[in-house]
Structure formats: C-alpha cells, structure tokens
C-alpha cells in the first residue's frame, strides 16, 4: 500500500493527444485522468473556496453523536458529503498505518484517534468497541473535535488468474471515517489560514469615557474645565492600549495574507506558505518527502521590505512607503505620544481637540475592526492545510457561538463578495489609524486662517465621509482618510479647514463649500476659534454665518461666575413689563401735552402789557409787567424742559437703561409752580390748573422703577449665560467640534489674565440640536425681590411749595375783576346814601300810614324814630364793614402778636411780588385772615338786612 500525496501539490505531467489506431498505455490513461482531476481540484479551491460548505453539525447526546447532512471540500479539492444524517453510538480505535495521513502522524508514530460507528457496525480488526457513554465518562466532551476524513491510499488487487488478468490492477480506495481527536493533538495539526483568522472575535471593543457635565459639576473655571477633559483622555489613554495592540497583531496577520494573494511578486526563495516556527534551523518534512521552507516573522517582514517599493500596488503611496513599519506601530506611536500631546493640550487651550482625536482613534479603530470580519479568503489556498479531512467542531462546546477554531469554515474565492476588496480595505484602514495617530498636530499660531466652518456629516456616518478635522497637519490624511474616494480617485474632494488653500483651483465648490449646495450635509465643523478673543470669536462667526445664511444660532456661555463680565445675547426682560412701561409712557405724555396746551393758553389768556399799564393796576400791583415777563420766562423755560423730557418717552426700557426720569420730573415741578404763584396773580381758573398736580404724580417714579425692574431682571439673567447655569436649564450639552444643521452652536470662554488684563478667551465649544430662544435663557436662577415704588421723587421740592397759606395770599384780591373793588364800594356808599334819604320820607308816610292802623300802640313821633334810627343802623354797619374790610387788607404786628391791634396800612401801596406775600410773620398772616373773615362776614349780614328793609320799602 502506498499512501497518496496531496494531488494539488504535484502538478500534473503533460498528456498525450490521442490518435486513430493508437495503441494506449496506462501511463498515458492515467496522465489524462491526473490533468483533468487537478483541474477540477483547482476549480473548486481556487475559483470556490474551501471548507464546510452547508451542515456537518454536530449534536452531542448522553449516549450518542449526531452529525447532520450536509458537504465540504477539502483544501485539496476532495468534496466531502453526508446526504443523511447519522448518528454514532459508539467508537473504537482507529488505525490509519494503511494512508499514512501526514498530519496523524507525530515523529513517525500516529497520534491517539477514535472512529465513531453506527449501531450494528463491526469493527475492523476485531478492535474493542466502547459505547459512546461509557467513553465521555471517563473523558470530558468538551475537550474532543470530530472530524471527517477521507483516507486515501493505493491498494494492490493482485487477483490474475491462471487464464487472463483482465482485473489487475491498483485500486484507489477512498473511505470516508468519522474520527474523534483531542484538542490538544487538533491544536498541533491545525493551521489558521492567514485569511481566514479569527482574531476579530478576541479584538475588544474601544470606548472613550465620556466628559460628563451635570448641574452638580464644579465647572465655574478653565482650570476645572480642562481636569474633566484630562481625567477622560487619560483614562481612555489606557482603555485603547489593548485595543491597539491587536490591531497590531490582526494587521500583521492581514500583511501575511496580502502576500499570498497575489498583490506581491513572490520570491523563489521563500514558498507561498512557509512555515513560521521559534526553530528555523528545523525543517518541516511534507508526507512526500518535499521539505516546507521555514522563515521565522522577521524573515517574513524582511521579504516584504525587499520588494514593497518595486510594487505597483492599488494602495495609496503613503501605504506602501509604510507598508515595512506597520506591525506595531499604532499602539507603540500612541501610548509614546500621548503624554506630550496631553501636556501641550493643557497649556494651549487644546483639550477638547485631543479628546476629540481620541475619539477618532477609537472610530478608526473600530472602523478597521469591523473591516475584517468575515474576512475569510483564499486566493491561492495552501492545499496542505486541511487535505484530506473537514473539522466539524467540538463534541460538546461550552460556547453558543460558532467557533472557526474548531470547525473548518469555508474559504471563499476572493472573487465571491468581493473579499480581495475587503482585505485591501481592512490594509487601508489600518494604515488610516496608524497615519491618524502619527498626523495629530495642535499648533494654532502656526497655521491660523481664522474662524472657518466646514459642512460634513454627524457623527452616525463613517468617519471618511466627514470633514478632515482641522487638529491634523495639512494633506496628512488626503490619501488615507476615505477608501471609497481613493478607490474612485477622488481624494481631491475632501472638505477640509485647509481646504481652501491646498485644494484644486478647478473644484471651488470644495475650497469654497459654503457657496455651493448643502443638502446632503447635516452638520458644520466649526474650527479656528480655539484659544482667542470670544468678542472676535464672535464676530467673525456672526458675519460668516449671516453672510453665509447657515441654518444655525450662535450664543456664548461663560465659564466663570463673574457677572459683569458677561455679554447676553439678548436684553431680555418679562414682556409684562414692556405693557406696563408704553401705558405709564402714554399717561406722561399726554399729562405734558396738556401741561404744554395749558401754558401755551396762559401765555395768551394773561392781561396784555396794555392792561397791566392801567392807573388802577400800578397804584395795585406796582410793576405788573415785570409779573407778566417773568412768568412768560418761566413758561419758556417749562416749556423747553418739556421739549427735552419728550424724545425720552419714545424710547424703549432698553434704551432707557442708564436714564431716569425723576431728576427731569423734579426740575420741571420747581418750575412749574414758579408759573404757577405767578400766573395766579394774573388768572383764574375754576378747576386745579396741571402746573398745580405735576408735583404730585407719581407716573414718572412709576417709569423708573418699571425700568429699575427690567435693569435688575436683565442683570439677574446675565447669569443664565454662565456655562453651569445654562446647563440647568438645557442638559445633555454635546461637543462635536461644531453644530447640527438646525441647531446653536455654544461658545465657552473663560477669562483670563494676561498681562494685567482680563480677557474672554474662548477655551472650547458645546452645541444643542435646537434653536435657543430668548425665554430659554430669560429665566434668573433666583427670583428677584420686587422695590417699592417711590411716589416721591428722589429729591424732595422745596417744602414751601407744598405749605398752605393764608387766605389773603389767594387769587381773588390780586385778581383783575377785584383791582377796582374799593371805588365799586364808593359807589356802593354814594348809593346806600342816597336810598338812604328817599327812604326818609317813605318812612315818613309808612309811619302815618302805620299810626292809622295801630291807633293807640304809639304815638306819631315814636314809631317814626324807631324806624329812622334802625335803618340809620343798618346803613351806618354797612358802611363800617366795608371800610374795615379796606383797611384790614395788611396789618403790621405793633404789639407783640396781641390780636386785635393793628396799625392800618394803605390798600393802594400793597407790594404784589412774591417776596413781599412771604415776608408776612405767621401771627400777621392768621390775624389777617381772621379779621378778613370777619368782616366778610358782618358785610354779608349788612347786606341781608339792608336787602330786608328795602323790601319794605316795596
């Protein structure tokens, strides 16, 4: 017997073209079969692939195995099949001395193995057979793989007769055994297949602990700020060592798989598939004496740099330069960089850059993770690594899931599913995360263009369809930073802060991209802004995003507590206040217009210099027109602060913030009853004139503490601008590096001292995917104790103006109508008189008349003076009162203050000015009105009776 080499490693030699007549020859029989077998070897495993294609499970019972239906191929081309399901029941040893299978054999002997046997089944030789149960009693189920093996081996018939020897002959004997290894000899004879590794599974995931911000966050500073930050990235720092590291390792693995895809020329030297061993002065000896070439990981890299910069490989340049260093370097270039950057981001204003670039790294990590799952490929599959059996699993697997360790899946062709493609990505992406890790570069001095903002997408995209941040060196990634632009030459169109400067003068839709369609962005970085004057931050964003029209707000939040150096956005007060304010406004105004109507019509109403220019007025008043002038002064001057006081009442609260309008309502009642006392002199009117209540509104002070309220709301919600105040009222604050389509891009600063001066310096950035309106920030963190309204204005008028006065201080006796009271008087006497006389003889005849009808009551003589002497009476106390009410208009004190003795004063040498009214003493003033009253008053009832008699008369 003689065991049969695996076919797909000797190729087959050359074959004859069959004649008529041609006497043939098993050689040149069997060289036909040989070429067309290896033929459709190759078909299968290198147009299809190797592996278990369907089924081939394994069910593992208390007493039984079950191995479903199903079919495979071998790396070696053999199909593999079941078409029903069996079960096994029990095993017994088996022998392969007949094949002589390679990888059974361990320094010339066979390695322990079992085959499982139907019910009924004899074992061969006679060999002992255990039950399946009894079997797993003494051994665990976990720690055995079943496989199936098809043995291969030629065996001489030897069967000619003494007649003919038609049926001599070797026969090729193919069978089919389902054999039990044990874990630990599987582990020996497996090989992973360098494109088929299941290292995806053992890779873990990367995750960056995230800054949290919350209203019991002790964030009132940069320094506190940026102790957030660091404690994130430090941490993360760690978290991404292991990650990396088997990126590392599963990129070394892919380096040996794009070798043997044919990508790379191979050398002569080195086989398709060495073998990597700690020996490599020990060869590895095939089952046909062919020797495998061994070479050792540096041996492997050694070939690749003596032939990667001949190769015109489809990987971008920097790839290929790279190529030589890439086992290794992303977790070596990021825990040796990491400290630096960290201690360069703490001192620039960097913080949330590098935590932002640690997020990339965990995205391109990822991104090139998940790139090789079920990477499992094989462009020219190494017939030796599975030739005559398929590994179906372990008996009992302690895992639900299915393992490739212990089963052989399928191998595809890369042209199925485009697996070449896949591996050449998987490379890409490597190199991305390795040249991501190497480009990071924070240095704003030095390539300062200002703020920009760039359209990209959100973060749920790919990290290649997003904006290259502006934190690496320019062009550092053009060529690595998107696989599907590489693959369709269009590395040109990657959006960029630096766009502008290094993209093509042909593409300005990319170096200018805001000028150009945005429909198919959602969101902008903002960059550029890091490290500088949040007034400038502020303005130079403002214009470009309205020059711009981009759907987004902006607003600043200030780290520190420190009101007055806060900028609202808005001046925002309770509309509330805004009613009331234009009502008080409205009631001010129109009680000034009237003001302003009422003076202009006593300018006019006042007696004209002509009329104050009468005998009677001078000998009065003395120099009336000096009266008149200095009240049309005053009203001048009344007028002008009224004229002043006007343009304040269009103005809104805002506006009005620093103005007040008691010291004007102050200013304009001192003059308004200056007027007032000297208009009175001249008018009258029947009703309270507007000069007498200016004083006593209160609408002006109402104003003010309206506009006071406003004031201190306004200031109150300055702190809603505070960075940890806001967060109260708006939580879940994201940073991105820029704003959502829609959304308010946030603004923090911080201030800072430089140089003696305190500057806002922005320190980094937030944003919400909303709109922040007025009232959402319009709310003060503490409610606001409500000032009473101040009546009264702040400085209190003279007293004097308010005090009451006597009675002969009032209009009437200085009034026009009243200037001639004394000769209406006279005449009044001359009239009493004469009615006097004819009343005589009236009551002459009333007496004669009278002494008839009586008869004896009186005599003549005694009625007739009774009369007369009454009526003598009456005139003589009508006359005495009118007199003492001329004399009686100013008195002089001559005794002390003892009422009743005055010296009389001439009613025609009165002082009207306002200065001689004041020089009255308090006691001269009410034994004034006191006299006045009383003769008003015995005048009155003179007049009664005067009026009486007369009656009788009639």
């Not at 892919?254 to 030297?269: D, H, I, M, R, T």
């Not at 973060?459 to 904006?467: D, F, I, M």
Request: aromatic fraction near 10%.
């Amino acid at each position: 017997m003689e065991n049969i080499p695996v076919k797909l490693k000797v190729p087959p030699p050359p074959f004859n073209y069959f004649e008529d007549n041609q006497v043939l020859t098993a050689t040149q029989l069997n060289n036909a079969i040989r070429y067309f077998d290896y033929q459709d070897r190759l078909t299968r495993t290198r147009l299809i692939g190797a592996g278990i294609v369907c089924g081939l499970k394994v069910l593992f019972g208390t007493s039984d195995i079950t191995v479903t239906k199903g079919c495979g191929l071998t790396s070696d081309g053999d199909i593999i099949s079941l078409p029903q399901d069996l079960t096994y029941v029990q095993l017994t040893a088996f022998d392969d001395s007949k094949a002589q299978y390679l990888p059974f054999r361990n320094e010339e002997k066979q390695i322990p193995l079992f085959e499982l046997m139907v019910k009924g089944a004899q074992s061969p030789g006679n060999q002992e057979i255990t039950p399946i149960n009894t079997f797993f009693s003494q051994n665990a189920a976990a720690d055995y793989v079943v496989l199936l093996y098809l043995s291969q081996f030629l065996e001489d018939t030897d069967i000619c007769s003494s007649v003919d020897c038609d049926n001599k002959g070797i026969l090729q004997q193919n069978n089919l055994h389902a054999l039990l290894i044990s874990k630990a000899d599987y582990e020996r004879i497996h090989q992973d297949p360098d494109c088929c590794s299941e290292q995806y599974f053992d890779m873990p995931d990367a995750f960056v602990p995230r800054v949290i911000f919350n209203p019991a966050s002790d964030v009132f500073n940069y320094n506190n700020f940026k102790k957030q930050y660091q404690t994130a990235i430090e941490e993360t720092s760690k978290l991404l060592a292991k990650p990396l590291g088997m990126a590392d390792d599963l990129a070394k693995a892919l380096q040996k798989c794009y070798l043997q895809s044919g990508e790379v020329p191979q050398s002569p030297a080195v086989n398709i598939r060495p073998v990597l061993t700690d020996n490599p002065t020990r060869p590895v000896t095939e089952g046909t004496g062919t020797v495998r070439p061994v070479a050792t990981a540096a041996t492997l890299n050694t070939e690749l740099i003596s032939r990667i910069s001949t190769l015109g490989l489809r990987l971008p340049a920097s790839l290929v330069a790279r190529f030589r260093n890439l086992s290794g370097a992303a977790a070596a270039d990021f825990q040796s960089r990491m400290p630096e950057l960290l201690k360069a981001a703490l001192e620039t204003y960097g913080i949330q850059y590098l935590y932002d670039f640690i997020k990339d790294v965990a995205v391109a990590y990822t991104e090139f993770r998940e790139a090789t799952f079920d990477l499992c490929q094989g462009c020219c599959i190494a017939p030796e690594l599975f030739p005559k059996h398929l590994a179906l699993g372990l008996v009992q697997d302690p895992s639900e899931d299915i393992s490739c360790r212990y089963r052989q899946c399928f191998i595809e062709s890369p042209i199925l599913n485009n697996k070449d493609e896949q591996l050449r990505k998987a490379l890409y992406l490597y190199n991305r995360l390795v040249q991501i890790i190497q480009s990071y570069e924070y240095n704003p001095s030095q390539r300062d263009q200002g703020v920009r903002v760039t359209p990209t997408v959100n973060t749920e995209r790919p990290l290649g369809e997003k904006s290259i941040p502006y934190y690496f060196k320019p062009q550092s990634l053009i060529e690595e930073w998107d696989y599907e632009r590489y693959r369709r030459r269009a590395i040109d169109t990657h959006l960029n802060y630096f766009a502008a400067e290094n993209a093509p003068e042909t593409m300005p839709h990319i170096r200018q991209p805001l000028d150009y369609d945005l429909d198919k962005y959602n969101f902008f970085r903002i960059e550029g802004h890091v490290g500088k004057s949040y007034e400038n931050v502020y303005s130079q964003l403002d214009k470009l995003r309205e020059g711009k029209d981009l759907p987004f707000e902006i607003m600043g939040l200030q780290l520190d507590a420190i009101r007055n150096f806060i900028i609202p956005k808005w001046e925002y007060h309770p509309p509330y206040l805004d009613v009331l304010h234009e009502m008080n406004k409205y009631k001010l105004t129109d009680y000034l217009d009237k003001m302003k109507g009422f003076n202009d019509d006593l300018e006019l109403k006042m007696p004209t210099e002509i009329e104050l220019a009468q005998p009677g007025v001078s000998n009065y008043y003395g120099n009336a027109k000096d009266i008149r002038s200095k009240a049309v002064d005053k009203k001048k001057e009344l007028d002008k602060e009224i004229a002043d006081i006007k343009p304040l009442l269009n103005l809104n609260i805002s506006q009005l913030k620093t103005m007040d309008f008691a010291p004007a309502h102050e200013s304009i009642a001192m003059k308004a009853a200056v007027l007032n006392n000297g208009a009175k002199l001249l008018t009258r009117t029947a009703l309270s004139t507007p000069l007498q209540n200016i004083a006593q509104i209160h609408t002006p002070a109402l104003l003010d503490w309206i506009k006071n309220l406003a004031v201190d709301t306004s200031e109150a919600i300055k702190d809603s601008y505070i960075f940890m105040n806001f967060l109260k009222d708006n939580p879940s604050l994201l940073h991105n590096a820029g704003v959502q389509k829609g959304g308010t891009f946030l603004i923090v600063y911080a201030i800072v001292n430089t140089n003696n001066r305190n500057e806002r310096i922005v320190v980094g950035d937030f944003y919400v995917p909303y709109i922040v309106q007025p009232q959402q920030v319009a709310k003060p963190n503490t409610p606001l104790p409500i000032k009473p309204i101040k009546v009264m204005p702040v400085r209190p008028l003279p007293a004097h103006i308010f005090d009451l006065v006597p009675d002969i201080k009032k209009p009437p006796i200085l009034n026009l109508d009243f200037i001639n009271i004394k000769d209406k008087l006279d005449k009044d006497i001359l009239t009493v008189n004469g009615l006097f006389t004819d009343l005589k003889a009236t009551v002459n005849e009333k007496v004669l008349d009278v002494n008839t009808r009586l008869g004896t009551l009186a005599t003549k003589g005694e009625v007739q003076s009774l009369v007369t002497d009454n009526m003598l009476n009456v005139a003589r106390d009508y006359k005495q009162n009118f007199d003492s009410v001329v004399q009686v208009i100013k008195t002089r004190d001559v005794t002390g203050g003892v009422k009743g003795q005055f010296e009389a004063a001439n009613f025609g040498k009165m002082e009207l000015d306002e200065a001689a009214i004041k020089s009255l003493s308090a006691n001269e003033m009410e034994v004034m009105a006191a006299n006045y009253r009383d003769s008003l008053a015995k005048l009155e009832q003179n007049r009664t009776d005067f009026k009486n008699f007369n009656f009788i008369k009639r």
